[in-house]
């Protein structure tokens, strides 16, 4: 089979196409057959070495696909099942094995691409909004790279909670879908300077939560728009890691928060994993939460999906077609 293999971490190129045995299941695994893998942010800091994994692995987090084959053990699913996972190395490939307790079941609804598209930023969307800063209607929230895969789902979760959404991108093209997706006010941050701007539109009062995954860039100013005893959640590093925090700031700054959360956890439990990907299915499925689903690859270019990804060409949800 065909899978995008790293032999050593680096840049793109570090990304190569090779041929591989199709893997057979442990007792614990189904086999799936891959139709469609998403590409996420974290996929590059795996590439690059910024999280670890041993070398040769096969890249990818997510996909979605049909189950071929399954272990001796595996009682949940069965051969033919359609099933979505995330979170497991290895879905840059034609197939995939994956433990069977990480696969959930695609409804009806919902084709695989959607799955694939949904599952990693869908649930992250949903963790952050539902329970790390569980938002109510009323509240202020400014999420970075607004026209981002996560940003766009989370905006529109936000949205429909009745929250006001502020929301900050690179250019006047991803304003827009920024908007279309439900940002009350967008702040180009390129250009203008999203601290005094996000004070003004709050009148001096701040939001009640940043959602920050952009880190180096604009952390530090985050905790500047928040209100007393406001959360700054810190879920991603796309600009860089951010710099050493003295805990003081919270204090100076108005009793607030931090946390720095991370789907793993949020998914842990086989009951809290199901559990968000089907509030996740259940939203896409009524038409309440929409996928840009713009750019699809063959997975023979994952190399120039990461370029555009960390390129910041990239609006929404990225596929590799295997
Ligand atoms: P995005 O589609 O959001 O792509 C990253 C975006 O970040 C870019 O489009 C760009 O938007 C913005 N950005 C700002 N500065 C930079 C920079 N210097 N280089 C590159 N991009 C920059 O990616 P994902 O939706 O896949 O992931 C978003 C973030 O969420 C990542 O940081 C990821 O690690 C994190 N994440 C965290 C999870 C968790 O549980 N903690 C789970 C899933 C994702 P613009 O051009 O508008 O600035």
């Known amino acids: 089979m065909k899978a995008i293999q790293v032999k050593q971490v680096g840049g793109p190129e570090a990304m190569e196409m090779v ?7 442990k007792a614990n695994e189904a086999v799936v057959k891959v139709a ?13 070495g910024r999280y670890k994994a041993t070398p040769p692995f096969v890249l990818g987090q997510e996909a979605a696909g049909v189950v071929v084959a399954i272990g001796t053990e595996v009682k949940s699913v069965r051969v033919e099942d359609r ?19 990480r696969l959930v079941a695609i409804p009806g609804g919902v084709t695989d691409r959607q799955a694939a598209a ?5 649930m992250t969307a949903q963790y952050l909004s539902y329970s790390t800063y ?40 991803k304003a827009q879908l920024a908007r279309a997706a439900g940002a009350d006010e967008v702040i180009l941050y390129t250009q203008t300077d999203f601290e005094s701007e996000t004070k003004r539109l709050t009148g001096g009062s701040g939001v009640h939560v940043v959602y920050d995954s952009v880190g180096k860039t604009t952390f530090e100013k985050g905790f500047n728009v928040l209100r007393p005893r406001g959360m700054m959640v ?8 951010v710099p050493p925090f ?20 949020y998914t842990a439990s086989r009951e809290e994993l199901v559990a968000r990907s089907e509030a996740v299915f259940g939203m896409l499925a009524s038409g309440k939460l929409k996928l840009r689903i713009e750019h699809t690859y063959p997975l023979v270019e994952a190399q120039r999906a990461h370029r555009d990804l960390e390129g910041r060409k990239t609006t929404g949800k990225l596929l590799l077609i295997p």
């Not at 041929?19 to 299941?25: F, I, K, M, N, S």
């Not at 469609?36 to 690059?48: H, P, S």
């Open 19 to 25: 041929d591989l045995p199709v893997p057979q299941p």
């Open 36 to 48: 469609a893998a998403g590409v996420n942010f974290i996929d590059v800091y795996y590439r690059e």
């Open 83 to 101: 099933v979505a996972w995330c979170g497991q190395l290895g879905a840059y490939a034609e197939y995939a094995a994956v433990p069977s307790d």
């Open 118 to 122: 949904a599952m990693l930023q869908g």
């Open 134 to 173: 569980p938002l109510k209607a009323g509240d202020t929230a400014l999420v970075h790279a607004a026209a981002g895969g996560v940003g766009l789902l989370l905006v529109q979760m936000a949205h429909n909670i009745g929250a006001r959404v502020i929301g900050t991108v690179s250019t006047e093209e």
């Open 234 to 241: 810190l879920f991603g590093g796309s600009s860089g890691a």
């Open 246 to 265: 003295d805990p003081i700031v919270l204090s100076q700054k108005g009793s607030l928060y931090l946390t720095r959360p991370t789907l793993v956890v």
